[in-house]
């Protein structure tokens, strides 16, 4: 049982450090080397405003007319 314990935390221990350390630190990374931050004002919205989605009401008026 100790065992399975001791496991578990090394598990834990390891999950805790690729969430806040390992990941945080990749992104500060990538961001340092690129010399620009993510862009976060893109919305799965602009890409039916742009015209690559079709919206739903768009679709439903499609097949409407065929």
């Known amino acids: 049982m ?3 314990n001791s ?3 090394v598990l834990s221990s390891g999950l805790a450090f ?3 350390i390992a990941i945080p630190a990749f992104i500060i ?3 340092i080397r690129r010399k620009k931050l993510p862009d ?3 919305t799965p919205v ?3 405003l742009d015209g690559k989605v079709i919206g739903l009401e768009e679709e439903s ?3 409407d007319n065929s």
Do not use: P, T
């Open 40 to 42: 976060n004002h893109y």
């Open 7 to 9: 496991v578990q935390e």
């Open 29 to 31: 990374i990538k961001a």
């Open 18 to 20: 690729v969430v806040y």
């Open 61 to 63: 008026d499609r097949a």
């Open 2 to 4: 100790e065992i399975i």
């Open 46 to 48: 602009d890409d039916i």
